[in-house]
């Protein structure tokens, strides 16, 4: 506890001594204000004692609590502290560093965690970032973007904290932490989700960009449903809104093909979850036709598109249920395939078999129809 008494001090001394003929680099009136010099020594013996464990825990590297940060008879040069203008936060920041004094410390000694305080365009905010730069290159001393995050997320509400990210995006050093702050968000609830959603139409953010928020970029294709709290579901209800209704459907699927071409069998599978969402259902119908098309042109027979959609589990597509995207996939291309190759009357007993639970007959009528063909 002196230890951390005689940083602040420090601090504020350097401070004073480098604005004495700017008296609002620390915002006080000169004529109020009052710095009160703390005692040393306390009577209650409970408190040396928590004095002595926050100082060993400072020199085993650990991070303090941030409700440890308003200590009793610290609290007039906290709350100078708190005040003090950007270019004396910069010679703060020095001395903050040469005592190794935790970010998570000086986060609440600048009282960034009151309900009050905006952080978003905020030089100061700014410029505690930076001392976490020069932080986590200090040996044995670390505070990871997560970190940050996770303070950020105790004090700061969803909508603040939007904006925040928003205002971080603009700033190239900050944009790799603005991200990570929206995946977060994104992971916390459906209002933040909701939240994210306007912020990104109203700064005109590409589906493109999104989709790397989204973190999409690394994740795996999903072989199932999507349920409601889908990142890939949030990125397509944000493409339906972002791009032009006459060219959305084209653009995702282009979009999609590019990025998944090694991938081109699975997507069906995606599109068929996109298909079973009521709200996207036509998104989704558009873009199987696309894709179907392309099998199409290809040559793909609903029976060579069986054994490759069973790949890499050896899938027994038609022993799964029916609402499944791998079985209603292979389903919905056999009906298309059928009806670009096979007559009509071919096309009605397909879907006959398939209403009557006989999908393996209906790809061998698929499958006679064409050899006839040939």
Same mark, same amino acid.
């Given at each position: 506890?002196?230890? /951390?008494? %005689?940083?602040?001090? %420090?601090? =504020?001394?350097?401070i004073n001594s480098a604005v004495?003929?700017? %008296?609002? %680099? !620390?915002?006080l009136d000169p004529n109020t204000a009052r710095i009160f010099t703390p005692t040393i020594r306390h009577s209650d013996p409970n408190l040396d004692r928590r004095m002595l464990k926050t100082n060993d825990a400072d020199?085993?590297?650990?991070? #303090?609590?941030?409700e440890r940060a308003y200590i009793p008879g610290l609290s007039p040069i906290v709350g100078a502290l708190s005040k003090i203008s950007p270019s004396a936060q910069e010679l703060a920041n020095k001395v903050w560093l040469k005592s190794r004094t935790n970010p998570a410390l000086v986060f609440n000694m600048l009282r960034f965690g009151e309900a009050a305080t905006k952080l978003d365009d905020n030089p100061r905010f700014l410029l505690w970032l930076n001392y976490v730069d020069m932080y986590r290159k200090l040996e044995l001393r670390s505070f990871s973007d997560e970190k940050i995050i996770h303070l950020l997320l105790k004090f700061q509400s969803e909508a603040r904290l939007v904006s925040l990210s928003l205002s971080l995006r603009e700033i190239p050093a900050r944009k790799n932490l603005a991200d990570l702050m929206q995946f #977060? /968000?994104? *992971?916390? @609830?459906? @209002?933040?989700?909701? +939240? +994210?959603? *306007?912020?990104? /139409?109203?700064s005109r953010e590409t589906p493109q960009s999104v989709f790397k928020i989204l973190r999409l970029d690394r994740a795996r294709l999903p072989v199932d449903k999507l349920p409601d709290n889908s990142k890939f579901l949030l990125w397509f209800k944000y493409c339906e809104m972002h791009w032009p209704a006459g060219e959305r459907d084209l653009r995702t699927f282009k979009f999609l093909q590019s990025y998944y071409d090694d991938s081109e069998m699975h997507i069906a599978l995606l599109f068929q979850a996109v298909q079973q969402r009521p709200e996207l259902g036509d998104l989704g119908d558009n873009l199987q036709s696309f894709l179907f098309k392309k099998w199409v042109d290809k040559k793909f027979t609903p029976g060579f598109v069986r054994s490759k959609l069973? /790949?890499?589990?050896g899938t027994a597509i038609f022993k799964l249920d029916?609402?499944?995207?791998? #079985?209603?996939? !292979? *389903? *919905? =291309?056999?009906? #298309? =395939?059928?009806?670009?190759w096979g007559d009509?009357?071919?096309l009605k007993t397909v879907r006959g078999l398939f209403a009557n639970d006989e999908p393996y007959e209906a790809l061998a009528v698929v499958a006679m129809s064409l050899a006839k063909r040939q």
């Open positions: 506890m002196r230890f /951390l008494y %005689a940083t602040l001090l %420090a601090v =504020y001394l350097t004495t003929s700017d %008296a609002s %680099a !620390l915002n020199k085993a590297g650990s991070n #303090y609590d941030v #977060y /968000l994104v *992971e916390g @609830s459906a @209002s933040s989700r909701k +939240l +994210l959603n *306007e912020a990104w /139409l109203k069973a /790949l890499p589990w029916k609402d499944n995207v791998f #079985y209603r996939a !292979l *389903e *919905e =291309y056999t009906v #298309y =395939y059928t009806a670009i009509q009357k071919v």
